[in-house]
């Protein structure tokens, strides 16, 4: 993934990714290069990524859409901080 594919550039080394495939299913993308793990749903990937966050660092959690476009981007502060997310614009 490099800074084109997602508008908001890289904040830092730890970055997870929620990809939603055309066959209904959502895999998440550990940013240590680990096994996709596949989900039923939106919010058990949330879940999922959620549970393996590291604990001492700030962390980038991007739910891509079937055509790998940023559908939204969640930047979440370590663990105890309050999460910040936005909704990105999908460009056709």
């Known amino acids: 993934m490099s800074a084109s594919d997602d ?3 890289p904040v830092n080394s730890h970055r997870f990714c929620i ?3 055309l066959h209904g299913r ?3 993308l550990p940013a240590d290069g680990r096994r996709p793990v596949p989900c039923a749903t939106l919010e058990d990937a949330r879940r999922i990524a959620h549970l393996t966050l590291p ?4 962390c980038e959690l991007i739910v891509r859409d079937a055509y790998n476009r940023v559908a939204e981007r969640e930047l979440i502060q370590a663990r ?3 999460a910040q997310r936005s909704a990105e614009e999908s460009q056709p």
Do not use: F, I, L, Q
Request: no cysteine; aromatic share 12%.
């Open 80 to 82: 105890g901080a309050t």
């Open 26 to 28: 959502w895999e998440v």
């Open 55 to 58: 604990d001492s660092d700030d």
């Open 19 to 21: 990809v939603y495939h």
């Open 7 to 9: 508008p908001g550039g």
